[in-house]
């Protein structure tokens, strides 16, 4: 089975995040890129496919600047067949890299079509089923596991207060959260390999961005908070400051 | 015209708290681009009787699609209504709300009228010539003020976060029966099982009160369990990660970067030390509160209240303290 795993190079989640001076992106020296968490997820979920059919291939796919290379060669590094990266300098807002992975996704054969839940940084959820919809497929998000019937992928999903089991038709598109995937670690042996499977660059068919940064901000600050001591005996001030100052009891 | 259209969802019939919110946050939107607020509910037959608090949070009308195959969320069947909701009228802007189902259906609809959305919006300043959305970003570390430029604005609003208004009763209410036909589907839904009955999910709680390692065993649960009951239906409980790596709870109960988002009105978090991936899920919590032992943990530097104290001895003393406040009301 094709598998194509669309993921994202994204900062480090554990990184302090700094405004640049413009204003409208933040400060990038210094920050360590990561695969998106989710997208690894993707990743691992892609490799099993392949690992219980015969015949399957798993390529990754990614819009982002040159630098992208490196994401994508840590997935391969996981075990992924081939990779590509479709070359965009400037923001795109979540259609506009929707259409760019459509374009390139429309002859790619593929039976089923990862993502992410969501990427780490924009926090969007959209970019997923807004794939499926200009390609017109199926898609199931916030997949924890999937198994396939002849024609169709199963697929658990666990949302407000309740588990569902969907049915999809193939091909299909999924966005993949935590659950059954735990990805695994890139051996020696991968790493090495990963240099020599192909990688090709290409420009991504480029979309004026409909949203617009106009300003990026540090969290509104909390004020210092208030830390009472006396453990127990603290109790009855706590609740009386959380019914009459933060009203909220 | 400048008409703001809310997607207002229903569950088993019943239109929730959420859905005000979203019907606010469209009024609140409409009169700062000079037009109205309208809603579109989409369900089951006899679904028109349940919709009458939408007025009073701002809905000048409702629209109410029934059709026996909409009772239930599918996205391949509410796509093809609300796109056509949204072509046969004149709308600058649509709400809906980022819940499982927002989530899913707010991009389909972005892609299929070739539109942007900005998801997961907490706060808007509709008054400028271009209205502002303000969504967070890098887990919360950082926020971004954003501009629409399209014919239609999409956006997705973060539960809890947005306040429901008082207005006026008066509302014109629709019915209209769609077209839906569910042997044309691709994605079908086979199996459904509740998992929590009758209580309210961590990300849409009111309050959320969440357990992390330092309650030791899961046989301590039972705490937490007691003070959610004295605050009511809206509490829910939550877990760090660790815990729910650990088997101590289920999944659908972790918050953070690789659990639930959650906002509620106040979060109080029990033996949980704040590591930055539990904090990029309930920093923009109105409220917080921490209870740790440990004077040092991060969570204390992020809590609006804290007690250091052994929670063991603390939990008790705030079911009992609760109960009686609540007693008192
Ligand atoms: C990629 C990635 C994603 C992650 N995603 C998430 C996520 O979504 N959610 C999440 O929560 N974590 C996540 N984590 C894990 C995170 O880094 C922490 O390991 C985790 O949150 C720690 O859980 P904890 O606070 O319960 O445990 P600990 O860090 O062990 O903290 C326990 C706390 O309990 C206190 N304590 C102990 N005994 C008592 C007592 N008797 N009374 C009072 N206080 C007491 C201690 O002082 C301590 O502060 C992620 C990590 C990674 C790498
Ligand atoms: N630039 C990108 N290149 C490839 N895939 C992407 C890109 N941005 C987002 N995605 C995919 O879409 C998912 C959701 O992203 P988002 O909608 O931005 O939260 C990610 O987890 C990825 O799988």
């Known amino acids: ?249 | 015209m400048a008409d703001v259209l809310a997607f207002v969802e229903q569950r088993d019939g019943q239109i929730g708290g959420g859905a005000r919110e979203v019907v606010s946050a469209a009024a609140q939107l409409a009169s700062g681009i000079g037009g109205s607020a309208t809603a579109l509910v989409l369900g089951g037959p006899g679904l028109a009787a349940a919709v009458e608090g939408l007025a009073t949070a701002g809905a000048t009308s409702v629209a109410v699609g029934e059709h026996e195959a909409l009772a239930e969320y599918n996205p391949e069947a509410y796509l093809r209504v609300v796109v056509n909701h949204v072509r046969d009228g004149d709308f600058k802007a649509l709400i809906l709300s980022a819940t499982s189902l927002g989530k899913d259906l707010a991009p389909r609809v972005a892609a299929e009228l070739d539109v942007p959305l900005a998801s997961d919006v907490t706060g808007m300043d509709a008054q400028g010539v271009v209205p502002l959305f303000i969504r967070p970003v890098y887990s919360g570390k950082a926020f971004a003020r954003v501009s629409i430029d399209a014919n239609l604005a999409i956006i997705t609003i973060r539960p809890n976060v947005f306040p429901v208004g008082e207005y006026g009763a008066e509302c014109h209410l629709s019915k209209f029966t769609p077209d839906v036909d569910p042997a044309t589907w691709r994605v079908r839904v086979i199996e459904r099982k509740d998992t929590v009955e009758g209580v309210v999910d961590v990300s849409e709680a009111a309050v959320v009160i969440s357990g992390g390692r330092g309650m030791k065993d899961p046989a301590n649960w039972g705490l937490l369990q007691e003070l959610r009951d004295v605050i009511g239906p809206d509490a829910a409980l939550g877990a760090s990660r660790a815990v729910v790596d650990a088997g101590w709870r289920p999944h659908a109960e972790q918050v953070g970067q690789t659990g639930k988002t959650v906002s509620p009105k106040l979060y109080i978090a029990v033996g949980i030390s704040g590591a930055i991936q539990h904090l990029a899920g309930m920093r923009t919590s109105q409220t917080i509160v921490a209870v740790n032992r440990d004077p040092d943990a991060p969570i204390l530097s992020m809590a609006d209240y804290g007690i250091v104290g052994d929670l063991f001895e603390v939990l008790p003393r705030m079911t009992e303290e609760i109960k009686a406040l609540k007693s008192e009301d």
């Open chain 1, 1 to 249: 089975m094709k598998v194509v795993v669309c993921i994202k190079r994204v900062p480090d989640t554990e990184t302090h995040i700094r405004i640049s001076e413009t204003g409208t992106d933040i400060d990038t020296r210094g920050v360590k890129y990561i695969i998106s968490p989710y997208d690894e997820f993707a990743i691992e979920a892609g490799l099993r496919v392949k690992e219980n059919m015969e015949g399957g291939e798993v390529s990754l796919l990614t819009v982002g600047a040159s630098e992208a290379q490196e994401t994508l060669r840590n997935g391969l590094a996981m075990g992924a067949d081939k990779a590509t990266l479709l070359r965009a300098d400037s923001y795109m807002d979540g259609l506009g890299t929707a259409k760019a992975l459509a374009v390139e996704l429309k002859n790619s054969n593929a039976q089923l079509i990862l993502f992410g839940v969501k990427a780490a940084g924009s926090d969007q959820q959209q970019v997923g089923p807004m794939v499926a919809t200009l390609l017109d497929l199926p898609c199931v998000t916030g997949v924890s596991s999937f198994k396939f019937g002849d024609t169709v992928v199963i697929c658990r999903r666990e949302i407000e207060g309740r588990v569902e089991v969907v049915e999809a038709d193939l091909p299909a598109v999924l966005t993949i959260t935590k659950g059954e995937y735990e990805p695994r670690y890139a051996s020696l042996k991968g790493i090495m390999a990963a240099k020599r499977k192909p990688l090709e660059e290409r420009e991504a068919s480029f979309n004026q961005s409909g949203i617009r940064i106009e300003k990026l901000s540090q969290p509104p600050t909390r004020g210092a908070g208030r830390i009472l001591e006396d453990g127990p005996d603290a109790v009855p001030e706590l609740v009386r400051l959380l019914r009459e100052e933060a009203n909220a009891l």
